[in-house]
């Protein structure tokens, strides 16, 4: 892969990269689609063969690999670095950006990735992503060749970086609520099934005089024999008993 040409430094040319940077951050694209624009908009700034976005993940406090410039579909979501760990961990810590010229995999902070081809790469750029003083992500830029990265080149990025954390703070925040909300409805689903299956357990504990433990199994036997969910199957256990009460009671 070629590397992408680099903004020449101008006064135009800072221009279009804010009024780039102010229609993404006021537009209504996924997150997905944002982080693709950043890594976009940050290969044009700096010219590299190579970025990766690692967004920090509510649950675990870790930095997740979220959007790569070179494919990387099997490793996204799934490449973890604590705060502290490798120069994203320590950019993520101190909020500072850090630019390694060439041998960027022998500084004392790296640590490599053998699934990341850049993590052989000479020249490497950390730059974090801000949002209210604390640091939400890590944009990392990744040179084959040896690579002096220019002031202009740093401060851009960083720019992007403190510009764009609010929007993905944003669609993070979105985002999560949506797993949270997944999660309280898996837990309501679970929940209404294991109030069906005591049920069920206990219209068949009372009809064929078992224990707890046999009407159990003898449900989890019928439900692989059906291959039926097991709240399905209790479901028509509590159905033939509601429906056998109602024969019963009903006037001849």
């Known amino acids: 892969m070629m590397a992408t040409e680099p903004i020449m430094s101008s006064g135009s040319e800072d221009i ?5 940077v102010s229609r993404i951050v006021s537009s209504e694209l996924s997150l997905d689609e944002m982080l693709g624009e950043i890594v976009g908009l940050t290969a044009r700034v700096s010219g590299c063969d ?7 993940e509510t649950a675990t406090g870790e930095f997740v690999l979220r959007a790569s410039l070179v494919p990387h579909a099997a490793d996204l979501g799934t490449l973890r670095m604590k705060i502290g760990e490798g120069v994203t961990g320590w950019v993520a810590e101190h909020q500072s950006p850090v630019a390694l010229t060439s041998r960027a995999s022998q500084d004392p902070r790296f640590k490599m990735f053998p699934a990341l081809v ?4 000479e020249a490497f750029l950390s730059v974090p992503l801000i949002n209210k003083g604390g640091a939400i992500g890590v944009i990392n830029v990744h040179h084959r060749d ?12 960083q720019f992007i970086g403190e510009q764009m954390g609010n929007a993905i703070a944003k669609s993070l925040l ?5 797993r949270l909300a997944a999660e309280t409805e898996e837990m309501k689903r679970q ?10 357990k206990g219209i ?12 159990y199994l003898r449900m989890r036997n019928e439900s692989r024999r059906l ?4 709240k399905e199957l209790a479901d028509a256990i509590i159905l033939a008993e509601e429906l056998a009460r109602k024969d019963s009671s009903a006037p001849e």
């Open 16 to 20: 279009s990269v804010l009024h780039r």
């Open 50 to 56: 190579a970025c990766l976005v690692y967004l920090v």
């Open 118 to 121: 850049e993590d052989t790469y």
């Open 146 to 157: 040896r690579h002096e990265h220019s002031v202009e080149e740093i401060s851009t990025i």
């Open 174 to 178: 979105e985002e999560e609520n949506i």
């Open 191 to 200: 929940l209404e099934t294991r109030k069906a299956v005591e049920r069920a």
């Open 204 to 215: 068949l504990q009372r009809r064929h005089n078992l224990t707890e433990e046999e009407a």
């Open 227 to 230: 291959r039926r969910p097991m």
